[in-house]
């Protein structure tokens, strides 16, 4: 039965006043039949608080953190933040990246107050995921919820450990699903809450109304920046992501990142005129690499990925997320419309070539992804140089002239093979930078200055 706003918070106040559970029950309210059957979230809460710790992160120097808000607390070389107990029999916890990066020593302590040293079992900076182990007995573990079954206007309760006070439980709603494109890590699929989440409560939980684990808080946005509270735009990382990363890093101790091969464009309406197809939705193939995982799957450029195992692709941005997720060597089942038909592709993963964010050391290249080429797979017939992987469109690397898919080959006459060489060379360099790339087949010379 469904209730509006007034009716809902007008059962909410009879059960107030009057003590009946009724009111709560037909709001769909937990209630407390032990204290009168009042409408209230303490049933819920005291089946998953005990999964819920504080970490304190011994010998990380201090940082300003890019997500807006950063471990809570922090005093010289120790920073804290919060964890979510996921496995009771092995002591695994899961919490961000950020709270235990760099650290010597991690501590947790739990509900019940006691203090355990942790260790750290891996950890992922691109979803900013990290698994922690504890050894200790009595150990009590979150159930893990369906973050893909999360809607728009779902209660959420954020619990952690702000500003070091204490474990503390704040409540909201689900503000947004799938939300990207914040340049605050390299893999976004957030859920964004309202549920008030400040300093210390990265990596704690955000549990659903069945008292379910569906997401891991990661960041907010703040006018103070790191030193900010909140104003109500809060995000989470799915648990979704949060397992899938988990699984890897257990199982193998690291993450390594499958990849397509493939340039892609989102399917806008415009897009999907220009193709021929009634509906905008998917990722159209504009390029594929030769010898690449969707190469040898005998995928094309025109075709249109519709979805992934089974699951839709929305975008861009969500196919890469989908794929980045699984492991090098895993055979994932594509959906897609290829020459107007329906087909499926199985493809099998390659390798992802080390990659790196081109700031900073060259601010020339400011907003691109530069990465070695893969020996394996040449490009544009070379199989050493540094490829030029993304470009922001509004990046100063785009104003400089380069385009996705260059490749470098040389600075300055000094012949570069690896993305080393280049940084070394680029960064040594006084003045004009003489980058030579070969683009389509053919090498040009960019000048900046």
């Known amino acids: 039965m469904r209730y509006s706003l007034r009716s809902w918070f007008g059962a909410i106040g009879v059960a107030a006043l009057l003590g009946g559970s009724g009111a709560a029950s037909a709001a769909g309210l937990p209630i407390d039949e032990q204290r009168g059957g009042i409408p209230t979230l303490a049933p819920v809460l005291r089946e998953i608080t005990g999964g819920v710790v504080s970490i304190t992160a011994s010998g990380a120097p201090n940082q300003t953190d890019n997500r807006f808000f950063g471990p809570g607390q922090q005093r010289q070389g120790q920073a804290t933040g919060s964890g979510v107990i996921v496995d009771a029999a092995n002591g695994y916890i899961l919490t961000n990246h950020h709270v235990i990066a760099n650290a010597t020593r991690l501590s947790v302590r739990l509900k019940d107050g006691r203090q355990i040293d942790a260790k750290l079992i891996g950890s992922d900076s691109a979803t900013d995921i990290a698994v922690l182990q504890i050894k200790a007995d009595a150990l009590t573990a979150v159930p893990i919820g369906d973050s893909k079954s999360l809607e728009v206007g779902d209660f959420v309760v954020a619990i952690g450990n702000p500003f070091g006070v ?184 390659a390798v992802t070539p080390p990659t790196a964010p081109a700031r900073g050391a060259v601010p020339a290249l400011a907003g691109s992804v530069l990465a070695d080429v893969d020996p394996a797979r040449p490009i544009q017939g070379a199989t050493k140089g540094v490829v030029v992987r993304s470009v922001d469109s509004n990046s100063t690397a785009f104003r400089n002239g380069f385009r996705e898919g260059d490749l470098i080959q040389a600075v300055n006459n000094l012949r570069v093979e690896t993305l080393a060489d280049f940084e070394s060379v680029a960064k040594s360099a006084d003045g004009t930078l003489a980058v030579a790339v070969v683009r389509d087949g053919q090498t040009q010379l960019l000048l900046i200055r």
């Open 166 to 349: 204490g474990q503390s439980a704040s409540l909201g709603i689900v503000s947004a699903v799938g939300r990207g494109n914040l340049n605050i890590e390299n893999i976004e699929d957030f859920i964004q809450t309202d549920a008030a989440i400040n300093p210390g409560n990265s990596g704690g939980a955000l549990v659903d109304m069945r008292g379910q684990v569906v997401g891991i808080s990661t960041a907010i946005i703040a006018p103070g920046g790191a030193t900010g509270g909140n104003v109500g735009i809060a995000f989470a990382v799915p648990m979704s992501i949060a397992t899938a990363v988990m699984k890897q890093i257990v199982e193998h101790g690291d993450i390594q990142r499958g990849r397509l091969g493939v340039a892609m464009a989102d399917v806008t309406p415009q897009v999907a005129k220009a193709i021929g197809r009634e509906l905008a939705g998917g990722v159209v193939i504009t390029r594929v690499e030769a010898a690449s995982a969707a190469a040898l799957a005998g995928l094309s450029p025109g075709d249109v990925i519709l979805k992934l195992n089974g699951d839709d692709v929305r975008d861009i941005r969500d196919l890469n997320n989908k794929v980045a997720l699984k492991r090098v060597g895993e055979t994932v089942t594509l959906s897609a419309l290829h020459d107007q038909k329906p087909t499926e592709f199985q493809v099998v993963l």
